[in-house]
């Protein structure tokens, strides 16, 4: 019965298609608005031209605009606007009878002639503080290689990155562990953008938010502005698109995330709507198959909605969630010969929403609300003895609210101000099992078992001023407050660019910034109210330049200094946020002391150039060093520390049906530790030598994935087929030397060798 259905679906799916495969030549069109970028105001007359086609349109009062009846296809468009500067916009694909829908927020040119027409060009999306930013438009989210829709992935190639292994989407950001980033889609905080993420952190093997959805991505590597608080190390900053306004469109998709779709459509002529849903589907195969294997199954859900209650006032609604299962009993870890079995279960979701008011052309605020719940439940397990290691049940809430305002001072000054506030509450059930650790040393037994609260408040400012047309200056400072500890701190920051000409610019930054640490962490033992809150000095320093219209250059050195973080006496020479990625979970910490210290210096290169006419590509190169400072007062190699990492990645369109992409990353191995092989064999574990910390390092990474794009384009309905091979060339990274416990000896764990991955998007 199951096949039969199968068959009549299929049947029906390639009937539709025929269907829509009529003679006449399908069009598309493109609408969007156009807005001043500092007060958020419709700009009336904006000229809206096609590149290389005598095709144009004007920005009504309303700055909205419109297409019509366009060739599929690939375009890009030029909005320019006496007294701002001139946008370009690339990669803008047309559907068959669908709207593909462009907005675009321009910037007042400092130039005072009012007869003269800025040119921003290909990279006017780049925030106006350059330091650390790198932005990527929708479609080049959609079609990088290697990335599989994981936005995580996506940015792999910048040499910010560190490189650990394939089967972790992990951002190390200059030398900072996954803890020290945060994520925001429409003014509201995600904590965690991945399934099956480590608690605590930010990291995971897979990411849940659909790309499909994503307007834009910034993602600030160091020096980010006040308005964002209590992150370390780097800010990635999503938009959402809206929904269609003028008619209904729905997808399907099957990819390497899962099977699933998406629907959206207009509300009532003022607002929008998009749904989207999507199930993992390994586990539905192997058990058709009776094929065996600890395969995970988790589903993923997202909704925007929007409505304009008035021309200054509009409302959104966002919410992100995810159920995340798996299980492996012990007989399944006897025949994978893992050292650990268990289960775990997991439900996430941030549901929020966001307010905003225009204030006329002076400016405007963003005021959000969102509530974040985290459910987990799992059990860690060794197979060789069935020694319980780890219990886990929790729930971890939080409410927060957040608010930014933007107001216009004058042509050369721009305030902002804000503040956001968050109240925790989380039910702690967790029983640390006595185990004999890495070091070899015998950690006690610990349960807790509490109500762990918090509360954090923080308000910011900033000032952009810009004293003459090539200079300027933007000073902020930040108060933050968590009543866990009475910490209070005061974060000031600062930004400075110099233009030596249109094409070339000179900025540099610093500033402080504080971090709490996780409440996981925190909830262990009732002294660590005691506990400093772990900081960090960024300074930075670089040139942007303009080698043509569509390709810059950036070059960056940077400094990042950590003081106050958290060491174990017990196991001094461990750095206890480094733990997250060592291990599944943060693990037991009988005793902290707020002595560790860390740094991360080094030197980074971008060369990226925008799609203008058929090929795009980014190349980034990197060299720097990240140390610590451990209990016994010497430095040590962190475990993230590549010390040179290469990345070239790119793409060649040859017409509208087909695109080529690649992207090849190398890097220097990783330290590790090497184990005490007498010590090991007697304890049937890893027991590290404590001589050696962090003084070796694996084999260099690299490593070449590559992606072709099909498109297959009917009178009413579209389909993109794509195939990606990751490691085309079978290079086996080796990400860590492990301890089998069962043949008691050393085991190279390695990263995956090579995986095809496909997928399909059928829009209709």
């Known amino acids: 019965m199951k096949r039969i259905n199968l068959i009549s679906f299929l049947s029906l799916f390639f009937i539709s298609i025929l269907i829509s495969a009529q003679e006449k030549e399908p069009v598309g069109t493109i609408k969007g608005k156009v807005l001043d970028s500092e007060g958020l105001f419709p700009l009336?007359?904006?000229?809206?031209?096609?590149?290389?086609?005598?095709?144009?349109?004007?920005?009504?009062?309303?700055?909205?605009?419109?297409?019509?009846?366009?060739?599929?296809?690939?375009?890009?468009?030029?909005?320019?606007?006496?007294?701002?500067?001139?946008?370009?916009?690339?990669?803008?694909?047309?559907?068959?009878?669908?709207?593909?829908?462009?907005?675009?927020?321009?910037?007042?040119?400092?130039?005072?002639?009012?007869?003269?027409?800025?040119?921003?060009?290909?990279?006017?999306?780049?925030?106006?503080?350059?330091?650390?930013?790198?932005?990527?438009?929708?479609?080049?989210?959609?079609?990088?290689?290697?990335?599989?829709?994981?936005?995580?992935?996506?940015?792999?190639?910048?040499?910010?990155?560190?490189?650990?292994?394939d089967q972790k989407n992990s951002l190390i950001v200059r030398g900072g562990s996954p803890m020290e980033n945060a994520f925001f889609v429409d003014n509201v905080e995600i904590p965690n953008i991945n399934h099956y993420g480590t608690q605590g952190s930010s990291e995971g093997p897979i990411g849940l938010i659909n790309v499909d959805f994503l307007k834009d991505v910034n993602f600030y590597s160091g020096g980010f502005a006040v308005n964002y608080g209590d992150k370390l190390s780097s800010i990635m900053n999503m938009t959402f698109r809206e929904g269609n306004r003028d008619q209904f469109d729905m997808q399907l998709d099957l990819s390497f995330q899962g099977m699933g779709g998406a629907v959206e459509g207009p509300i009532c002529n003022k607002g929008s709507y998009l749904v989207s849903a999507r199930r993992s589907y390994l586990d539905m195969i192997f058990k058709a198959t009776e094929m065996k294997a600890p395969i995970p199954t988790y589903y993923d859900f997202q909704t925007k909605v929007v409505y304009d209650l008035s021309d200054k006032l509009k409302i959104s609604f966002l919410d992100i969630g995810a159920i995340d299962k798996s299980e492996q009993s012990y007989e399944e870890g006897v025949e994978f010969e893992d050292n650990y079995y268990g289960y775990y279960n997991g439900n996430k979701n941030t549901a929020g929403i966001n307010l905003q008011y225009l204030w006329g052309t002076s400016g405007y605020s963003n005021f959000s609300v969102s509530h974040t719940i985290n459910?987990?439940?799992?059990?860690?397990?060794?197979?060789?003895?069935?020694?319980?290691?780890?219990?886990?049940?929790?729930?971890?809430?939080?409410?927060?609210?957040?608010?930014?305002?933007?107001?216009?001072?004058?042509?050369?000054?721009?305030?902002?101000?804000?503040?956001?506030?968050?109240?925790?509450?989380?039910?702690?059930?967790?029983?640390?099992?006595?185990?004999?650790?890495?070091?070899?040393?015998?950690?006690?037994?610990?349960?807790?078992?509490?109500?762990?609260?918090?509360?954090?408040?923080?308000?910011?400012?900033?000032?952009?001023?810009?004293?003459?047309?090539?200079?300027?200056?933007?000073?902020?400072?930040?108060?933050?407050?968590?009543?866990?500890?009475?910490?209070?701190?005061?974060?000031?920051?600062?930004?400075?660019?110099?233009?030596?000409?249109?094409?070339?610019?000179?900025?540099?930054?610093?500033?402080?910034?504080?971090?709490?640490?996780?409440?996981?962490?925190?909830?262990?033992?009732?002294?660590?109210?005691?506990?400093?809150?772990?900081?960090?000095?960024?300074?930075?320093?670089?040139?942007?330049?303009?080698?043509?219209?569509?390709?810059?250059?950036?070059?960056?050195?940077?400094?990042?200094?950590?003081?106050?973080?958290?060491?174990?006496?017990?196991?001094?020479?461990?750095?206890?946020?480094?733990?997250?990625?060592?291990?599944?979970?943060?693990?037991?910490?009988?005793?902290?002391?707020?002595?560790?210290?860390?740094?991360?210096?080094?030197?980074?290169?971008?060369?990226?150039?925008k799609l203008a006419k058929d090929f795009y590509g980014m190349m980034s190169a990197s060299y720097s060093r990240t140390r610590y400072l451990d209990g016994t007062n010497t430095w040590r190699n962190r475990v993230y520390d590549n010390q040179f990492t290469f990345a070239f990645e790119g793409g060649y369109k040859p017409n509208e049906s087909w695109e080529f992409s690649a992207r090849w990353i190398y890097a220097g191995g990783t330290p590790y530790t090497p184990f005490d092989i007498p010590a090991s064999e007697a304890a049937y574990r890893g027991i590290v030598d404590r001589t050696k910390i962090y003084s070796e390092r694996l084999p260099d990474y690299h490593s070449l994935n590559i992606r072709v794009d099909k498109r297959f384009n009917f009178y009413s309905s579209n389909i993109v087929l794509y195939i990606s091979v990751w490691n085309l060339y079978g290079r086996e990274n080796i990400w860590a030397y492990s301890w089998d416990q069962i043949k008691n000896k050393t085991k190279a764990e390695k990263s995956w060798s090579t995986l095809p991955v496909f997928g399909i998007e059928y829009e209709l």
């Open 44 to 165: 009336l007359g904006v000229n809206i031209s096609v590149k290389d086609k005598n095709i144009g349109v004007a920005a009504d009062a309303d700055g909205k605009y419109e297409l019509k009846k366009l060739p599929i296809g690939s375009y890009t468009l030029i909005f320019s606007y006496i007294g701002y500067e001139r946008i370009t916009k690339t990669d803008i694909i047309v559907r068959p009878d669908r709207i593909t829908f462009v907005d675009v927020e321009m910037k007042q040119s400092s130039i005072e002639m009012n007869d003269v027409v800025v040119n921003a060009g290909y990279f006017s999306d780049i925030n106006l503080r350059p330091a650390s930013v790198v932005s990527f438009s929708s479609e080049e989210i959609r079609r990088a290689p290697g990335a599989a829709g994981d936005v995580s992935r996506i940015i792999f190639g910048l040499p910010s990155l560190a490189k650990l292994n």
């Open 375 to 609: 459910d987990i439940s799992n059990s860690v397990s060794e197979v060789r003895n069935q020694n319980k290691i780890y219990d886990n049940e929790s729930t971890e809430q939080e409410i927060s609210f957040r608010n930014l305002n933007h107001y216009r001072i004058s042509e050369s000054a721009q305030f902002e101000f804000g503040g956001d506030a968050k109240y925790s509450t989380n039910d702690y059930q967790h029983h640390y099992h006595k185990y004999t650790d890495r070091f070899g040393y015998e950690t006690p037994e610990l349960i807790v078992n509490n109500n762990f609260n918090g509360v954090k408040l923080g308000v910011f400012a900033s000032l952009d001023w810009k004293p003459s047309k090539d200079f300027s200056i933007n000073p902020g400072i930040r108060f933050d407050y968590f009543d866990f500890n009475e910490n209070t701190h005061i974060s000031p920051r600062l930004n400075l660019t110099y233009n030596f000409s249109d094409a070339t610019q000179l900025y540099t930054s610093g500033g402080i910034f504080y971090q709490t640490l996780p409440f996981i962490l925190l909830s262990q033992n009732e002294s660590y109210k005691n506990l400093k809150d772990p900081l960090s000095y960024h300074a930075i320093m670089g040139v942007s330049h303009l080698i043509t219209e569509d390709t810059r250059l950036t070059l960056e050195v940077y400094d990042k200094e950590y003081r106050d973080s958290p060491i174990n006496p017990n196991q001094p020479e461990s750095f206890v946020m480094d733990q997250a990625v060592e291990n599944p979970v943060f693990m037991s910490n009988d005793k902290l002391e707020s002595t560790g210290k860390a740094y991360s210096r080094g030197v980074e290169l971008i060369i990226q150039k």
